[in-house]
């Protein structure tokens, strides 16, 4: 009898159709409602990718004043869902808290509520982790703009919101990837979309998935410097650990995300003057790429949107801790997107598995 095939971690599966994003790993491209990320990222603010993502275009300016708006009420909204209950549910993890933060939102919640509630969120995770009071939204300004505002307390230094902005609408979509899927798979139950965006959120915390840039930057801290990253690397693939940052399920050549970021952070650096820290990363993901290709010479292992998200949120002071929760603040505009899409057009998602334990024994 022939075996069915099997598609462990559905690789290469097509579930579903979506007109929200392409992503070619073979060409390194990822296109969002038909732009270019390169483009998107020079040319739109985050409040912009939330109106691309939502509503299938590009807001113009009275659009783009109201979405701000309804995102600036959000965040006062969830600040006032958040503040009497904040202590009970702060955990020593940033996604934990998170996860229960937006479990706080009502069954009627919509996109904005949650994207508020996972920037208020994050921003007091990060604040109290630093001893501190979180400052109250001001829901006259940019979203990312506000965000780095409450989480460092203080005004942002110039550049930086417009730094953490490019990383909003960088990482807001990208497919079918495992959080995403797993909104869907939420969705596809006719769940609510608070219900959704914890399922999101809550596989985005694994460290195959979102939770890599954390260790990018404990493995720049243990290279140390430049001449280090060969060995570094080499001991790290003979002990049969994985290099963060690097390699990815669908792209095969550089993320391009990754490129996006770097030039980023490197115009933002421009103005401080070099910095030795994105020095010692180039060094570190040049000597990752030439040792994984010896390795694995089938197959490219370059490196991922995760690499230069370290580095950039290092830059914006953003502790590690709270990497991943600032990627699910942008992210949560894509599964919103996708929990949409999912509703309209999508059906209960229920796949099968071939069972391969015992049976019961024939009686008689
Ligand atoms: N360092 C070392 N080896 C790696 C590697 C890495 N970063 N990424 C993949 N490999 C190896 C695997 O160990 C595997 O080797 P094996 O066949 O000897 O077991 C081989 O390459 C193929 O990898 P596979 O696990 O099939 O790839 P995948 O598609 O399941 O994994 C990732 C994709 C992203 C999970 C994987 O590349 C990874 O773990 N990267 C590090 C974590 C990371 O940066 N995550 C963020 C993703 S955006």
Redesign the pocket.
């Known amino acids: 009898m022939t075996q069915p095939r099997i598609f462990e ?1 559905l ?1 290469g599966v097509l579930v579903s159709r979506t007109q929200l994003s392409s992503v070619d790993g073979a060409a390194g491209q990822l296109v969002v409602r038909g732009r270019a990320i390169e483009a998107l990222v020079s040319e739109v603010a985050f409040e912009s990718m939330v109106g691309l993502l939502l509503d299938g275009a590009l807001p113009g300016a009275s659009a783009l004043a109201a979405r701000q708006a309804e995102l600036g009420a959000a965040r006062v909204r969830a600040h006032a869902w958040l503040e009497p209950r904040f202590e009970a549910i702060a955990a020593s993890d940033a996604m934990t808290t998170l996860r229960s933060a937006l479990s706080l939102l009502p069954s009627e919640a919509t996109a904005a509520d949650a994207l508020g509630m996972a920037a208020v969120a994050t921003a007091a995770w990060i604040r109290r982790a630093r001893g501190g009071q979180l400052p109250a939204p001001k829901p006259g300004l940019p979203h990312a703009h506000d965000l780095l505002r409450m989480l460092s307390g203080g005004e942002p230094v110039d550049g930086a919101a417009r730094l953490l902005d490019a990383y909003l609408v960088t990482v807001a979509e990208h497919g079918f990837n495992a959080s995403t899927f797993a909104a869907r798979v939420t969705a596809s139950t006719g769940a609510d979309l608070a219900a959704a965006m914890v399922s999101g959120v809550a596989t985005l915390s694994g ?4 939770g ?1 840039p954390g260790p990018v930057l404990d493995m720049l801290d243990a290279v140390g410097s430049a001449e280090h990253a060969g060995d570094y690397v080499r001991a790290e ?1 003979a002990a049969g ?9 669908v792209y095969r050549v550089r ?1 391009p995300r990754a490129f996006v970021l770097e030039r980023a952070l490197s115009l933002y650096r421009s103005g401080q003057g070099e910095s030795s820290r994105l020095a010692l990363a180039r060094a570190v993901e040049a000597a990752a790429e030439a040792e ?1 290709a010896r ?2 010479p089938e ?1 490219a ?1 370059r490196a ?4 230069y998200t370290a580095l950039l949120l290092e830059a914006l002071d953003v502790p590690r801790g709270a990497f991943t929760a600032i990627f699910a603040c942008a992210r949560i505009a894509g599964y919103a997107a996708h929990y949409a899409e999912q509703r309209q057009s999508g059906r209960l998602i229920r796949p099968s598995a071939l069972y391969v334990g015992e049976l019961p024994s024939v009686s008689g």
């Open positions: 971690g690789e460290p195959l998935h979102g890599a693939l650990r994985r290099i963060m940052g690097m390699g990815h399920r993320d994984l390795k694995y197959r292992l991922n949107v995760e690499f």
